[in-house]
């Protein structure tokens, strides 16, 4: 029994993660193909040829992304994107959804931001019980001033969905910062700590007076 669990055991670490990849990548490149239907029907490559070629979205989407950064670096297609905006700011509702996902948009994309940049290790939910989280950025407002200290806002994402997670402003004084990357926290969570990254150096604290370790 012991010698057939070990081969299946080998054969599952095979398919489970081959599985789990092309279930994602599928399931990606069916929502990309959703661009197909801005085309009229006529001209769609199924009427076209007679049948369906996947990933065909994913190639007009990049193309639509792209082309919009072309027109949105210019002089012009600033202005039209001015526009947009003014407009969308006169509608109530719209203009505060717009704003905010524009705003994470902006802090997510920009190279000199902090956001997601950096994993942290926090106590979470109470004291004594120690979590990964993303440091999402250090400027707090009203908040800091209000705690009296210096606060950090991080994100702690749940697990296996890291999609999922809440929000929580620390004590920059009980934040410890780890060396691992982004991509091997989230491996971590994903994982639920089944998978750990090798540290390559000691978990450094963000200051002099951070938590116990």
């Given at each position: 029994m012991s010698f057939l669990r070990r081969y299946l055991v080998a054969g599952l670490l095979v398919w489970v993660p081959l599985?789990?990849?092309?279930?994602?990548?599928?399931?990606?490149?069916?929502?990309?193909?959703?661009?197909?239907?801005?085309?009229?029907?006529?001209?769609?490559?199924?009427?076209?040829?007679?049948?369906?070629?996947?990933?065909?979205?994913?190639?007009?989407?990049?193309?639509?992304?792209?082309?919009?950064?072309?027109?949105?670096?210019?002089?012009?297609?600033?202005?039209?994107?001015?526009?947009?905006?003014?407009?969308?700011?006169?509608?109530?509702?719209?203009?505060?959804?717009?704003?905010?996902?524009?705003?994470?948009?902006?802090?997510?994309?920009?190279?000199?931001?902090?956001?997601?940049?950096k994993v942290l290790l926090i106590e979470?939910?109470?004291?004594?019980?120690?979590?990964?989280?993303?440091?999402?950025?250090s400027d707090v407002g009203e908040a800091q001033e209000k705690t009296g200290q210096q606060v950090l806002n991080v994100y702690v994402p749940t697990t296996p969905n890291p999609t999922g997670g809440y929000f929580v402003m620390v004590p920059k004084s009980e934040v410890i910062e780890l060396e691992m990357s982004v991509d091997d926290g989230l491996k971590m969570l994903m994982s639920m700590g089944a998978v750990v990254p090798n540290a390559r150096k000691t978990a450094t604290k963000l200051a002099p007076t951070s938590a116990k370790p």
């Open positions: 599985g789990v990849t092309l279930l994602v990548v599928r399931l990606l490149v069916r929502w990309l193909d959703n661009s197909l239907l801005l085309i009229p029907e006529a001209y769609r490559p199924e009427t076209l040829l007679g049948f369906t070629v996947p990933g065909l979205g994913v190639i007009l989407s990049v193309l639509i992304v792209l082309t919009t950064g072309v027109l949105a670096a210019n002089l012009f297609g600033r202005s039209l994107v001015g526009l947009w905006e003014r407009m969308l700011a006169r509608i109530p509702l719209v203009r505060s959804i717009y704003s905010g996902a524009k705003q994470l948009a902006e802090t997510m994309f920009n190279d000199s931001g902090q956001s997601f940049r979470f939910p109470r004291k004594g019980l120690w979590t990964l989280a993303f440091l999402t950025g």
